[in-house]
């Protein structure tokens, strides 16, 4: 790698042209990191919702021509002035969203929401200079949420790469670094379920399905996965689901229903579909005095989450969280461990895999809502 250092590379990358149109494989020049940054080789991506959120384009800003994908694992080509926590060889997982070290948020122990380097949709340049690091023809290229993992090589802040075990399979842990991670975190960094406590999962998508993987692993007596699709639930099972209830099943307020199963509420719920109604549901559904609800989707826009305020001075708890309240570079690392100690399984999220070249077959999975993750292999 070390030929390239300093250079311009040219590389394959799937740029979104248009909203809601194929992405089409270009070559594109990749210029060379400038200060706290580096420049990674992707050899592994996979498909997020968010991905395709932002590409349909339907309620955000538009931002075209654009290169996607946020989750991934990937190798260190070259760094900028002032990195010295990477090297080139370093084995790394980037993240939407980062961790300066230095802000307020940083340096709290409860939070992770990096003043600096927190997820920005609108933001298609690079912090240091505005610029795209990405170009065709000298025509720039916009970035997305700080990664563009859908390229061969991309440039990425210092502070929104997680240096992680080599030895840890590249094309497993990728998952790690969005979605699985945020789902999980929900659970065990901020519902934390004691050890045979009930808790209720609200969407069973892949963070769903994480964060009740994160119960099972919290030693939960009682999952119920809560969703619109009945076909979710025999998948669910594998993450530690034990019961299932669908909405549409039931002519009263869902939240009444595990009430009643749960004599009086659940202990944890999490929420994870950004729908104003689950979010009120998953709130109202856990137990006076104790009870615990973490809202992880994200809302619409003009959402307003209405409840009385007696749900909240008869002692329950509503909480948020960003990715999981993880810290990416002082946390990421251990989840990877979680998993090579086999305290934690990701091969069951990944259910597709496909090359770079049919990189748009994983958006056709994702639109027909078949699997979880699809891993794209850079190199055919």
């Known amino acids: 790698m070390s030929s390239t250092v300093g250079q311009v590379i040219r590389c394959r990358a799937a740029v979104a042209w248009e909203a809601g149109k194929p992405l089409v494989m270009e070559e594109v020049e990749v210029a060379p990191p400038q200060a706290n940054e580096v420049r990674v080789k992707i050899l592994f991506t996979s498909l997020c919702h968010t991905d395709v959120y932002f590409w349909e384009a339907k309620g955000q800003n538009p931002l075209f021509p654009r290169i996607y994908g946020h989750e991934a694992g990937g190798i260190v080509e070259s760094v900028g002035e002032g990195v010295t926590d990477l090297k080139p060889g370093d084995h790394v997982l980037p993240v ?37 690091r990405f170009s065709i023809n000298g025509k720039p290229i916009y970035h997305f949420v700080g990664t563009s993992t859908f390229s061969e090589y991309t440039v990425i802040h210092v502070g929104c790469l997680a240096k992680i075990n080599p030895l840890a399979p590249l094309d497993k842990v990728c998952v790690l670094s969005c979605g699985i991670s945020t789902g999980l975190g929900a659970t065990l960094n901020v519902a934390k379920p004691a ?44 993450f530690g689901a034990t019961e299932f209830v669908n909405p549409k099943d039931y002519n009263k307020p869902i939240q009444e229903v595990i009430a009643e199963m749960t004599n009086g509420g659940v202990d944890r719920s999490v ?5 104003i109604d689950a979010m009120i549901s998953a709130f109202e559904c856990v137990h006076d005095g104790w ?10 826009k003009d959402a307003v989450f209405k409840t009385h305020p007696m ?9 948020g969280t960003f990715f999981g309240n993880y810290k990416p570079r002082s946390d990421l690392p251990s989840v990877v461990e ?25 958006f056709e999975y994702m639109l027909r809502g078949e699997g979880l993750r699809c891993i794209i292999r850079m190199e055919e």
Not at 102 to 128: F, Q, Y
Not at 291 to 299: D, I, N, S, Y
């Open 311 to 319: 749900n909240l001075l008869n002692e329950r708890t509503l909480k």
């Open 195 to 238: 050890k045979g406590s009930t808790v209720a999962v609200f969407g069973l998508g892949a963070v769903g399905l994480a964060a009740a993987e994160g119960a099972r692993i919290a030693g939960a007596s009682r999952i119920i996965g809560v969703d619109l699709n009945s076909n979710r639930f025999e998948e669910a099972k594998k």
């Open 338 to 362: 979680k998993y090579m100690s086999k305290e934690l399984e990701v091969e069951k999220f990944i259910t597709h895999t496909v090359p770079f070249s049919e990189i748009n077959k994983a």
């Open 271 to 275: 929420e994870c579909t950004g729908h």
């Open 96 to 132: 939407f969203t980062g961790e300066c070290k230095e802000c307020a948020h940083c340096k709290s122990e409860e939070s992770n929401m990096c003043d600096l380097l927190r997820i920005n949709t609108d933001r298609g340049v690079m912090l240091n200079d505005g610029k795209s």
């Open 291 to 300: 009870g615990v609800a973490v809202l992880v989707g994200v809302p619409h």
